[in-house]
């Protein structure tokens, strides 16, 4: 740490030295019609060797302005323009600030494709693509795809793979317009080479059809296409690691790639015992980071990508296993397919305490519980696009899952008044086995008309799921007071649930002005169809078998959800604004009732008005706005409607209100972003607010032992509004030395309207998180990234009906990588909690640092790495959760320190000669 220091203050006392600041200004027009050219792509290089030096794009005036810190005194000033001719000037740097005039650039006769293909520029604009230039942006020589991208302006990756351009979440990343193993980025980010890629293009999500069409997609999320060099188009690469730790942790990963013009072929497998469900080859900040975000269900399942690995809690030992193929069939054909599989084992403690307000008092809860599971899952899904011909396009997307879960789980819990006084306490013992199938398929056909912009669309979607299972239950609930009493339960439970779903929509667009101005006229139809029995069996003592059938917690449900809504709505769109208003009138009916209860029943049908207004406004190649409103509603659930009491828990039964109304929502949603990509400069900035009329919440009476019967009710005036904006700016210090801050605040305000022990009351909730992130990164020395936020918030009540409460947080981390010397690369990640308001008995705060140093040879096709997982030993997930009417905290077994010492080797035969490249490092 001494050495870094030393040279970051050599560096800042040097570097004005040896370097000037410069500035080369100049207007780019027409050079026919005289009119100003925005979105052309500026850049700077040396003359000596072509190393980019700065780079800008024109604004709206076709004025640029080329800023930077360099000590050559000679360089060349390129401008690149889509569908225009290319131009050079060599310029003396001995003026530092020079004035190039206006400067007249004519039209390309050439393909318009050719353009894009062979521009040096580090960045084209072209329509709603943004297109970096891989060649242009400097990372280490062994750089990953996330490497790379960490390097492009506008683009941040955190450290579980998460990408945002622009501040813009990235929900596809797809290779050579393909998908990469399903939906799942960060196995094309972090184990596809930098060196195998050309361009990185940026565009809006749009499905095929979207695409096709040119309708404007999900202006909300972009998607990342990475486009592979044409030389390496062909040959096979990949790379095989293994690891070995202290307490018998361990952790193996293997990938192979071949590529053949249009066909691809790829398969992986890997498995460990930290934490890392997601396929991985160990990369330090996957794997700290998957250790303790997890995504995990009530039941303790959790989910990856879509990929379930069974319970999840604790410490989960996973395996993995997929392959993925894409192929041009014919001429007019594309297919991609990918298998996944994925199963886990895993195990957990668990504890939780929580205090309960009611208007009148309190009681204290407490659970202690531990599980074990293990999981095997089965996943494939497949993509055909045919077009027919320039006018048709068919896209059908199959998907199949299986998976299998078995578990079991124990829990001890107890409830106590304020004095002390234990009022009720359970004890349950289960197990259950299950299995879990899983059929969808999409089929989306387009057919264009006439040359205005007009087709007609047909989509139609299918979704099938069954899922059948086992469980064995056993618990014993006893009910203090003044009239207790005990129920003891020994049961067996068979569920099989068949869920249908069907959703068809047709679309007539209509243009009133060719390509700017239509009419769509649609018809959606959608069908839900659940057939969902519990049987219940008691334990019969005398002939010890699970034979006597239990009505009261069985239940054999019918449900049937059918809608029918026309939709009318205008579209405006030119090359800087977008307009979209549609109204539409829902018709709906919900059918349900319980084959074992002939009067449990329920039959509704429900009418309402839709809209929604959206739009975006671009204000120049950079800066837009988007706007969204809509008025939807959605209907109870079944079961809230259904007048059946819930018994299964008997320290919580549930009757359903047949009575309830739906929900009527507003939503507005804002979103400003800009990007100045001379001075490196991001704003991004959205607003968001919903008011639900008719909610329904939830309505509770609980009695003098804790006991809790809950409802269902419509209650008025919730409301939410969030915001977030956040500035970043990237300072070049010199061509190596880059200094990147970014600052921003989010916040949230929460209205809500509950229900406690039958009182209705309001509750107000506020937080307000600010927060400050700094990255220092000197090429092929170190990379210095660090952050800091608080979070502090404040729960107000109606009346005074509970107590006023504040909280804070605090969240600081630091991530440290170390070039030097050659061939060695050490690695830090720090991170520091602190939660004041965690109750006695629970960890406040911790420390949590992981390491790694590696070492490459054989040419850097192999590498040795050491890594040790929670340096200091005090990795903890207890925390603190807060609502109008509860206090929790809670904790669970979590990974502890390890050290491993693993290898990896990486094979490369990508090129016009097959030679034999290097690659990114593993460990």
């Known amino acids: 740490m001494k050495q870094i220091l030393f040279w970051i203050l050599f560096f800042s006392i ?29 850049f700077m290089e040396t003359v000596r060797d072509s190393t980019l030096i700065t780079y800008t794009i024109t604004d709206k005036n076709g004025k640029f302005s080329l800023e930077a810190n360099t000590s050559v005194k000679k360089a060349r000033v390129n401008i690149s323009f889509v569908g225009y001719e290319s131009h050079q000037k060599e310029i003396d740097l001995n003026t530092p600030v020079q004035d190039l005039g ?48 960490k390097e492009l302006p506008g683009v941040e990756v955190d450290p579980d793979g998460k990408i945002k351009v622009n501040g813009k979440d990235v929900s596809n990343v797809l290779v050579n317009g393909k998908p990469f193993f399903g939906d799942d980025p960060t196995i094309a980010t972090r184990n596809l080479t930098k060196e195998i890629i050309e361009k990185v293009q940026v565009v809006d999500t749009k499905s095929k059809s979207e695409a096709f069409t040119g309708e404007q997609g999900d202006k909300e999320s972009k998607t990342i296409n990475l486009t592979i060099k044409e030389e390496n188009n062909k040959g096979v690469f990949g790379r095989v690691a293994a690891g070995v730790g202290t307490d018998k942790r361990f952790e193996y990963a293997g990938l192979f790639n071949y590529f053949n013009n249009d066909r691809r072929l790829s398969v992986l497998a890997g498995g460990n015992n930290i934490n890392s469900p997601g396929f991985s080859f160990g990369e330090i900040q996957k794997m700290f980071g998957n250790a303790h975000t997890m995504t995990r269900s009530s039941t303790g399942a959790f989910s990856i990508d879509g990929r379930s690995f069974g319970f999840g809690e604790g410490i989960v030992n996973s395996r993995v296993a997929g392959a993925n193929y894409a192929d041009a069939i014919k001429k007019h054909t594309d297919i991609s397919t990918d298998y996944f599989y994925s199963a886990s084992n895993s195990f957990s403690d668990s504890k939780n305490t929580r205090e309960n307000i009611l208007p009148d008092r309190r009681y204290f809860s407490e659970n202690i519980g531990s599980s074990n599971g293990e999981s095997d899952s089965h996943t494939v899904n497949m993509g055909f696009d045919i ?39 359970a004890n349950s013992e289960n197990f259950s086995d299950v299995n879990n199938r899983v059929f969808k398929n999409q089929f989306d056909g387009t057919k ?46 068979e569920s099989n649930s068949d869920d249908t779903s069907f959703l068809s929509a047709v679309t007539l667009r209509i243009p009133f002005i060719a390509k700017k101005l239509f009419m769509d006229l649609k018809y959606d139809y959608e069908l839900k169809q659940d057939i969902d029995s519990k049987f219940v069996f008691d334990f019969d003592e005398t002939s010890q078998e699970f034979s006597t059938f239990n009505t009261l917690l069985s239940t054999d449900y019918k449900f049937k959800n059918t809608s029918g809504t026309p939709y009318a709505s205008l579209i405006w769109m030119n090359e800087n604004s977008y307009l979209d208003a549609g109204l539409g009138y829902v018709f709906q009916t919900l059918e349900g009732e319980d084959g074992l209860r002939s009067n449990l029943n329920v039959n509704q049908k429900f009418e309402a008005l839709q809209a929604y207004l959206r739009g975006n406004l671009k204000f120049s190649a950079t800066a837009r706005l988007w706007a969204n409103y809509s008025l939807s509603n959605e ?49 991004y900035a959205y607003i968001s607010a919903n008011l639900s009329e008719n909610a329904v919440v939830s309505k509770s009476i609980i009695d003098e032992n804790n006991i809790r019967e809950t409802t269902y009710a419509n209650v008025n005036g919730v409301y939410a509004i969030s915001g977030n904006i956040s500035i970043s700016r990237k300072y070049k210090l010199d061509s190596l030395i880059t200094l990147s801050p970014r600052i921003g605040v989010w916040g949230n305000y929460n209205h ?49 009906i509970f107590p006023n409460r504040n909280y804070l947080t605090h969240n600081l981390n630091l991530a440290t990588s170390l070039f030097v010397p050659k061939n060695f690369e050490w690695q830090n ?23 790694s140093l590696s070492y490459t040879m054989f040419k850097d096709k192999g590498t040795w790495s050491l890594k040790v997982y929670d340096l200091l030993n005090q990795n903890t997930n207890a925390r603190r959760i807060s609502s109008e009417n509860f206090i929790q905290d809670s904790e669970s077994t979590v990974l ?18 097959g030679e034999t490249r290097g690659g990114p490092r593993f460990f």
């Open 635 to 683: 209907v109870p659930q079944i079961l809230q409607l259904l007048p059946y009491t819930d018994v299964s828990n008997p320290l919580n039964t549930i009757t359903g209100n047949p009575n309830l109304k739906p929900s009527i929502a507003h939503s507005f949603y804002l979103n400003f972003n800009d990007y100045d990509y001379q001075k490196g400069t991001g704003l």
């Open 752 to 800: 809500g309207v509950n229900f406690n022990n039958g009182l209705e009351y309001s509750s107000n909730n506020i937080s307000v998180t600010p927060n400050a992130h700094f990255t220092l990164s000197w090429q092929k020395v170190f990379d210095i990234r660090t952050g800091y936020s608080m979070r502090f918030g404040r729960n107000s009540f109606q009346d005074n």
């Open 102 to 149: 206006v400067i007249p650039i004519g039209f390309s006769v050439a393909n318009l494709d050719e353009v894009v293909i062979k521009s040096r520029a580090p960045i084209t604009i072209k329509k709603d693509t943004l297109e970096f230039n891989v060649a242009s942006f400097k990372t280490k020589k062994d750089a990953t795809i996330e490497d790379l991208l």
């Open 896 to 913: 502890r320190r390890y050290v491993m010492f693993g290898f990896s080797y990486k094979f490369n035969t990508l090129g016009s000669k």
């Open 387 to 425: 077009k027919i011909d320039s006018t048709f396009l068919i896209n059908i997307k199959p998907y199949f899952s299986y998976n299998h879960l078995r578990g079991s789980r124990k829990n001890i819990s107890s409830s106590k008044n304020e004095d002390g006084s234990l009022t009720n306490a």
């Open 448 to 493: 264009k008309y006439g040359n205005r912009g007009g087709f007609i669309k047909v989509e139609f979607s299918n979704e099938w799921t069954n899922k059948t299972g086992e469980e064995y239950l056993y618990s014993n609930t006893n009910i203090f007071g003044e009239t207790p009493s005990e129920e003891i339960r020994n049961q067996q439970i």
């Open 14 to 42: 040097s570097a004005p030295c040896i370097s000037q600041q410069i500035k080369v200004s100049g207007t780019l027009v027409d050079e026919e019609t005289q009119n100003p050219l925005e979105a052309a792509t500026v």
């Open 829 to 851: 990640d720090v991170k520091f909690n602190y939660n004041p308001d965690i109750t006695q008995g629970y960890q406040k705060s911790s420390w949590f640092w992981n390491s």
